[in-house]
């Protein structure tokens, strides 16, 4: 029943008609347009997969957790989020932001009899408190400033939009995953059932992109130029920062939470750069920052949304998320491992799959910047930042190369690994409805330019984006398939004449290799974590055991350790000073008697009463 | 005509040249430690031998690795018969298809799943070998697209095959050329950064990744490593003769032969320092590679300079 919900409030977003329409007075109204309109496609597209994955998924979570809770929770998930992108003033927005928040809390809660499960709820709606307080002091700032609650009178700029516009950047970044308001995002998403993990990751966080898209880039905005640094900056750290970090995880639901917050730092550097556009007036640059930011947003919600299903067939059927267990499934799952390939190209943004062309295009927005900003260093600096893209693109590369093939190449590594089947039709269905968007998103992208120029022209200039893409990736594609087609055929024809043999894989003549010969995900990240070592106190430490351990160990443990700084040195001495002050101040005020809260009320009223006789 | 000849061309490219520049490489190198060496068309050879054997396969590997090389060579044959590494040998109308940056992602699709192919197998030496290729690539590919993101910025416009049909700032050749031989030298698993002809397993990054491989399968990847050489020597050899003012309004036919010459005198440059270098080690990789990440910094700072 509410899987039918959710797959039809899926179906029927796509297809909405563009007419702004209103219901009820301004506190509840709604505005579709095409920005709006691109967001509800998202949601709808990532929703469909979803509701046909969970019911599969959720057969083996139906001990530990309320299926019931889980459903209702989705479909409340689904419902806020079409809510936030639809809103069309502050207050409708705030309250399916909450809406969207809650359900979400209660869907990473879900499994609440775990530790690890509690824990990462209770950061998360730390956060997501956090992240409301600040966006809600942007918006009542913005009413005192504009005296209105719509967000289509929001249009001032000047110095005093910087405290608002700051304040509602703070609130919307700490959703959206962007360094250094982060943290909750690698610890929450692993902890949801996996179709939860995909809706958060695939489509939740990117509100916040649509957020920012509309009440700093869209229309009439929020024009604050250092914004559009700022944004640049911390999307190009979010980036570097997530992708680096992916590298250490072993567990394959928070290596693709840390995708996740690198995903959103390129996706908020085509934002930067679209703001600066508007900085230089370049209506060129501004258009070209904010397609490829949304674009990549709907890629990013497709091949995330993929990835987190398939960890969650995984998790299904082997109980495992640590992929230095897993290995050889690619024999086991097929469709699961191909659907997981597919979707780790798009996510390194191979051609011809989605991931390429969105990439592509945040590439010409910052060689467009490089060409055409006035001053040298936004220049340079267009010029560093492909350096820098293409440094995130190779990371992830390895990343997913490491994914990949631990999990799903070599020999099992465990006996949940060797015993693992197929997920059911409806998991395998999802998969690969998933890849093949993935696949078509990237053949597509012509048809795409258009809904994409709807959105960019309404930033005050007409869409400039019908010259930009210019790569002819069909036919190459069809070309690529020709020729490995043909390779193909030559050379299984020699190997039919000539049969091969199946064979050992090569032991250097000491016997035959077991699964934990086989290189480790700890070994392969090691190289590139060296390098990158002072960011986060990468070490090794090795220690033998036995009496003669120099040339007979009886055993030898390596352990490799980091430290992520922002948590240790930031995070927690600040989280602790919190929990002092409400563990001895603040724990008093709430004790538990009722003298004591009859006293507030009555201090309360007496406030309010002073307060209205000073009016 | 023109176009009979540019297909006349391709075709040179695409089946005669990759392997003599190996050959002529190895010959080089032969002659420079005193020795004579195999014939210059023993890779033609080797390759006939490798598609006459049979394979052996491990019992661990899966499709990934039987359709790897297919996948590497059709990348391969693609990205050699679109970036003018001899001469624009492409009609103007298909500049936008030679995208420098489509080049190097399609490039990276053949590196993903040799790398995936390594470890396909279950041995450890495929997982060393593929760690190291992906550390490799993450130095020196940033450098390479800011070096060629220079290179574009004077024409307007990211497609080799416009920027090779028109002049660049000599300077900016220069350096770029430079980091381009720098970052080919890593690419392509030469020395000093990997010693192509060594096989004792722990040095080794691409042997390291092929080293299952046999029979047809082998055939496949060696060839594609061939045109790859091809491919980025040839696009460094381009970029270096632009210093020279008039080079891109020469007529195709003898600018094709030029670059050739071009070409095969890189690949003999290469050898001689082959046989003057010894490989370095692995912690020292990023220090050479940092040269080319410099010479493309350097371009950059004087491509986006006010004029």
């Known amino acids: 029943m509410l899987l039918l919900t959710a797959a039809i409030v899926g179906k029927n977003e796509i297809i909405t008609i563009p007419l702004p329409w209103f219901l009820g ?155 250094p308001f982060h943290l909750w995002l690698p610890i929450a998403h692993p902890a949801a059932p996996a179709p939860v993990s995909a809706l958060m990751s695939g489509v939740m966080i990117k509100t916040a992109i649509y957020a920012m898209a509309r009440l700093f880039i869209i229309g009439p905005h929020i024009n604050v130029p250092i914004l559009g640094k700022i944004i640049l900056i911390l999307g190009a750290i979010s980036a570097f920062w997530g992708v680096i970090f992916a590298l250490l995880q072993h567990d394959l639901k928070r290596l693709l939470a840390y995708h996740s917050v690198e995903n959103i730092g390129i996706i908020m550097m085509g934002l930067g750069i679209s703001m600066l556009g508007s900085l230089f007036n370049q209506p060129l640059l501004i258009q070209l920052g904010l397609a490829a930011a949304l674009f990549h947003t709907l890629n990013h919600a497709i091949f995330k949304s993929l990835l987190f299903l398939g960890a969650g067939a995984i998790d299904a059927r082997t109980h495992l998320r640590d992929i230095e267990q897993m290995g050889g499934l690619i024999r086991r799952m097929p469709w699961t491992a191909g659907a997981f390939i597919v979707g780790s190209a798009a996510i390194c943004a191979l051609p011809p799959l ?178 990158f070592g002072s960011i986060y106190h990468y070490a090794v430490e090795i220690s033998t055991k036995g009496r003669q351990r120099r040339h007979f160990p009886e055993a030898v443990n390596a352990e490799t350790m980091y430290e992520a700084y922002l948590e240790t040195k930031l995070y927690r001495p600040f989280l602790s000073a919190v929990q002092r002050f409400a563990g001895t101040f603040l724990m008093r005020l709430q004790a538990g008697s009722i003298h004591q809260y009859l006293i507030y009320i009555l201090l309360v009223l007496g406030l309010l009463l002073w307060v209205g006789v000073l009016r | 005509m023109n176009n009979y000849l540019l297909l006349l061309f391709n075709l040179i490219n695409l089946i005669f040249i990759p392997l003599l520049l190996m050959g002529v490489i190895r010959k080089v190198k032969a002659l420079m430690q005193n020795r004579i060496g195999s014939p210059i068309l023993q890779p033609f050879y080797d390759l006939a031998k490798f598609l006459r054997k049979s394979e052996t396969i491990s019992q661990t590997a899966s499709w990934v690795f039987l359709w790897n090389p297919l996948i590497g060579l059709g990348v391969a044959v693609i990205a050699v018969l679109l970036v003018p590494w001899a001469g624009p040998l492409l009609p103007p109308s298909w500049a936008p298809a030679t995208n420098f940056l489509l080049i190097i992602y399609l490039l990276s699709l053949g590196k993903f799943f040799a790398m995936l192919s390594a470890m396909d197998t279950g041995s450890a030496f495929g997982g060393i070998g593929a760690s190291r290729e992906a550390t490799i690539s993450m130095l020196a590919e940033p450098a390479l697209i800011i070096g060629l993101g220079a290179l574009a910025l004077g024409n307007g416009s990211t497609d080799l095959l416009t920027i090779f049909s028109n002049p660049s700032n000599p300077f900016i050749a220069g350096l770029v050329g430079a980091a381009l031989v720098i970052l080919a030298l890593a690419e392509l698993s030469r020395i000093p950064v990997d010693d192509p002809t060594t096989h004792l397993e722990l040095t080794m990054v691409h042997e390291a990744m092929i080293l299952e491989n046999s029979g047809p399968n082998l055939a496949l990847t060696e060839y594609a490593v061939a045109l790859r050489s091809c491919l980025f020597f040839g696009l460094a050899m381009q970029t270096l003769m632009h210093i020279a003012p008039g080079f891109y309004q020469l007529e195709l036919f003898p600018r094709y032969i030029i670059s050739l010459a071009g070409l095969l005198g890189l690949g003999a440059l290469v050898a001689v320092a082959e046989g003057v270098m010894v490989k370095l080690k692995w912690r020292s990789v990023p220090n050479f590679l940092a040269f080319g990440t410099v010479l493309s910094l350097l371009a950059a700072l004087i491509a986006v300079w006010p004029k």
């Open chain 1, 25 to 179: 007075d301004a506190g509840f109204s709604m505005l579709i347009d095409p920005l709006s309109r691109w967001f509800l496609a998202i949601i709808g597209l990532v929703g469909i997969p979803v509701a046909l994955f969970a019911p599969g998924y959720l057969l083996h979570l139906q001990k530990q957790v309320s299926l019931g809770l889980v459903w209702a929770g989705l479909a409340l998930l689904m419902i806020s989020m079409a809510g936030v992108v639809l809103a069309a003033n502050a207050i409708f927005f705030i309250v399916a932001w909450e809406l969207m928040a809650l359900s979400s809390f209660f869907l990473v809660a879900s499994n609440h009899e775990q530790k690890e499960s509690r824990h990462a709820s209770f950061i998360y709606l730390g956060a997501t408190r956090i992240g409301t307080a600040f966006l809600m002091g942007g918006f009542l700032w913005m009413h005192y400033l504009t005296g209105s609650w719509n967000f289509s009178d929001w249009g001032i700029s000047g110095f005093s939009a910087l405290g608002p516009a700051l304040l509602i950047f703070i609130g919307l970044a700490t959703k959206a995953g962007c360094w």
């Open chain 1, 354 to 531: 989605n991931g390429f062309a969105s990439e592509w295009m945040l590439y010409q927005g910052f060689f467009n910047l490089a060409l055409s900003a006035p001053l040298l260093g936004f220049r340079l600096g267009g010029l560093l930042l492909m350096g820098i893209l293409a440094l995130i693109g190779v990371l992830a590369i390895a990343c997913f190369v490491k994914a990949v093939s631990i999990a799903f190449l070599g020999n099992p590594r465990s006996p949940q690994a060797e015993h693992a089947k197929e997920g059911n039709s409806g998991m395998v269905a999802a998969q690969l409805f998933l890849s093949l968007l993935c696949l078509g998103l990237g053949l597509a992208v012509p048809l795409l330019i258009n809904p994409l120029g709807a959105i960019t022209s309404m930033t005050g200039s007409p869409s400039q984006l019908g010259h930009v893409w210019s790569i002819p990736i069909a036919i190459l594609t069809l070309l690529l398939i020709a020729t490995v087609g043909a390779l193909a055929a030559w050379r299984f024809t020699l190997v039919s004449l000539k049969p091969g043999r199946k064979y050992n894989t090569w032991d250097c003549g000491f016997g035959i290799l077991g699964p934990r010969t086989q290189y480790t995900a700890t070994s392969f990240a090691q190289p590139i974590s060296r390098i």
